[in-house]
């Protein structure tokens, strides 16, 4: 019995679907393993969204694009990073403001530079990258003709999980995230660290929104993210803030995404916001199964304040 909406290029579509969720879901996961608890992922992917199309549309460049929106994406991480430590401010709060901020900045100079809301002219975009040999396999597709962060976002699993598991600084960021206390009594700056922790994330996620708008697409339209941030950051908690868990989660929400989008194709008398709901749906009911096992990093969440106790 065949299942409606579910063909090989369903599965190829997952993967583009995957990408952006991959890139920002890493981005979080190194903000949140040193303890800044990161919701601005959705204001972050958007404002690289928007300023790669900015920095493409100026120059025809897409390379100059991608890093144009990255660069943006870092600044609102360090921003979040720096108001969360420096000024000890309710992560959660700050992280909502830089995602109102992101609404607000965008809608604004999406009229302002290009003249009208809604969205901009086309732009350079990412060019696809075909893998010889691969491209005339009999399933070659589902490897190759890819935008090129398709093939970054997965290469950086392994290499993140190194990065966490591996290596001195990943041991630091761990322990600034279970016991910042600790970490500053063996001389660790933990607000420095942070702050980095913080701008590492925007530029994670920075990629996935440039994903997004010079990836998928070849222009920004207002409001583009709808909510992948929150999907990403979904992943992080599901993925149970490890890499390989955090790869598996938002492959299960790119699948969900990519066969929503085949199913409005043959159910065209349904309205498709049914169909667009889907992944939040689904991301809904695999958090409330499962969130009573998730333990995130003990001081997620949590402004290091010199001699006070987590």
Do not use: C
């Amino acid at each position: 019995m065949m299942i409606p909406g579910l063909n090989m290029w369903t599965f190829r579509l997952t993967l583009v679907k995957t990408t952006p969720l991959l890139l920002a879901a890493l981005g979080g996961l190194h903000s949140e393993r040193s303890g800044i608890a990161n919701i601005a992922l959705e204001g972050i992917m958007l404002t690289s969204a928007f300023f790669a199309v900015v920095g493409s549309y100026f120059t025809g460049s897409a390379a100059v694009g991608l890093l144009v929106g990255v660069a943006a994406g870092a600044f609102m991480g360090f921003l979040l990073g720096f108001l969360s430590e420096h000024f000890k401010g309710d992560q959660i709060i700050i992280g909502v403001a830089i995602n109102l901020l992101a609404l607000g900045l965008t809608g604004y100079l999406l009229e302002t530079i290009f003249g009208h809301p809604g969205n901009t002219p086309p732009v350079a975009k990412l060019p696809e990258i075909t893998i010889p040999f691969v491209d005339n396999m009999r399933y070659g597709y589902l490897m190759s003709g890819f935008h090129p962060l398709v093939y970054v976002a997965f290469l950086l699993v392994p290499l993140v999980y190194i990065e966490i598991y591996k290596t001195p600084w990943g041991l630091r960021l761990r322990s600034l995230g279970e016991n910042p206390e600790v970490a500053d009594t063996l001389g660790i700056n933990v607000e420095w660290y942070r702050v980095l922790a913080a701008t590492i994330s925007g530029v994670f996620a920075g990629l996935g929104g440039v994903a997004l708008s010079l990836g998928e697409l070849s222009l920004f339209a207002e409001r583009m993210t709808s909510g992948r941030g929150y999907l990403a950051l979904a992943a992080l908690i599901f993925g149970k803030w490890h890499p390989v868990g955090v790869l598996l989660t938002t492959l299960f929400f790119g699948f969900v995404d990519a066969w929503q989008e085949a199913m409005q194709g043959e159910f065209i008398n349904i309205p498709s916001e049914f169909f667009t709901m889907l992944p939040y749906l689904f991301s809904l009911i695999v958090l409330a199964l499962f969130v009573k096992k998730m333990r995130p990093p003990a001081a997620v969440g949590k402004p290091y304040v010199k001699g006070r106790k987590i």
